[in-house]
């Protein structure tokens, strides 16, 4: 970069002299004008109707319902965020849109943007009082409890659960591709949502039969999406709540996105609970947006946990080594911090 007598900037680039730029602050500061233009597109449909095939701009606009004055700007951002491509002015979806945002393929991932744009987009407003007062913003601000409120209502409850699904998507298939679940012959999943990790599984190991633990309200969308699957037979559900019903026993016990809904105090009881589900030998997986020791570089995993300052009463995320020093307390052995997949994480300890 050209020096024009500035000072010189600190960090990896001391011998290069830069001129001080606003461009990453203001970049950062708008960010949310992009993040809400794609979910925007989600809630109306975009990318499920470009998966039928591509259209001109009117042709789009009118199926969508959008005005004239929003059309042009709204379908050229996306084109111009990588969202969306334009060929011989027809729109098309790109690869990675087409496979995870058409809401009639498997692997659409949506629900989770749809939740975003529903419920994490107005309450990440209230950040602020959030930082302030450690409340949470959501619906439990109220006083009500995270999940009761939310499952009082079966859309949000399906809606929420399909995030799940879409969230924990990457993790689960290197979960299922980095452990040897080939060793093992049962696994249960503990606040297993509509079952999206168990399906993995199933899918990669033909060995494996699984269970999935989860709040009542949650039997239905489970069992509708395993149905889809037709892994039926092989993945049943059992419901409780893990702070108070016992949990069935198995080889493996999964704990996916549930420790940082926690305080610290439930994050060890849970932990306790799974190791006295497990035979000696029996493996637990944690797995989350794992924080790095550092505490600097996993951006996603710190706001994440500011994800659940406003979602939860004391829920925070934690780094590897918090994990398994929480697991070693309990007598877990041989632990191990094993990246998954972009922020994920999963630690694995033995007992
Ligand atoms: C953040 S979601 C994680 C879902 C899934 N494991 C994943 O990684 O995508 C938390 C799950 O815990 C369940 N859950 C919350 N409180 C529970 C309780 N007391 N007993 C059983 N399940 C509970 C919720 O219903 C929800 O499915």
Request: hydrophobic share 40%; proline share 5%.
């Amino acid at each position: 970069m050209v020096s024009h007598g500035s000072q010189p900037v600190g960090g990896a680039d001391t011998a290069v002299t830069r001129t001080p730029n606003p461009e990453a602050i203001l970049r950062l500061g708008l960010a949310f004008w992009g993040s809400k233009t794609l979910l925007s597109a989600v809630e109306l449909g975009v990318f499920t109707e470009l998966a039928k095939g591509p259209l001109d701009g009117a042709e789009l606009a009118a199926r969508l319902g959008l005005h004239a004055r929003s059309a042009h700007d709204f379908l050229d951002a996306l084109v111009a965020l990588g969202m969306l491509r334009c060929d011989e002015s027809r729109y098309t979806n790109t690869v990675e849109c087409d496979l995870f945002l058409d809401r009639h393929k498997p692997s659409y991932i949506g629900g989770m943007l749809e939740m975003a744009n529903a419920r994490l987009y107005p309450y990440w407003g209230r950040l602020t009082a959030a930082l302030r007062t450690g409340e949470p913003q959501n619906e439990a601000r109220t006083g009500g409890d995270f999940f009761t409120s939310l499952y009082a209502d079966p859309e949000r409850l399906r809606q929420f659960l399909r995030a799940m699904t879409g969230l924990s998507a990457g993790a689960s298939a290197a979960i299922a591709d980095k452990f040897p679940f080939a060793r093992y012959d049962s696994v249960l999943d503990v606040g297993c949502a509509e079952g999206g990790l168990l399906v993995q599984l199933a899918l990669a190991h033909p060995n494996l039969h699984g269970i999935g633990f989860d709040l009542p309200a949650v039997q239905a969308p489970y069992e509708d999406y395993v149905r889809s699957f037709d892994l039926d037979e092989r993945l049943r559900f059992h419901a409780g709540d893990f702070f108070r019903d016992p949990l069935p026993e198995a080889k493996v016990v999964t704990l996916g996105h549930i420790l940082h809904d926690w305080g610290l105090d439930e994050k060890r009881q849970l932990l306790r609970r799974a190791y006295e589900a497990l035979p000696s030998g029996g493996v637990v997986i944690v797995f989350d947006a794992i924080i790095d020791n550092g505490r600097c570089a996993n951006v996603f995993g710190l706001l994440m946990s500011l994800n659940m300052l406003i979602e939860t009463k004391q829920g925070f995320d934690y780094t590897g080594a918090d994990c398994q020093r929480w697991m070693h307390e309990i007598g877990f052995v041989n632990t191990e911090v094993v990246h998954l997949t972009g922020p994920d994480s999963m630690v694995v300890g033995i007992k």
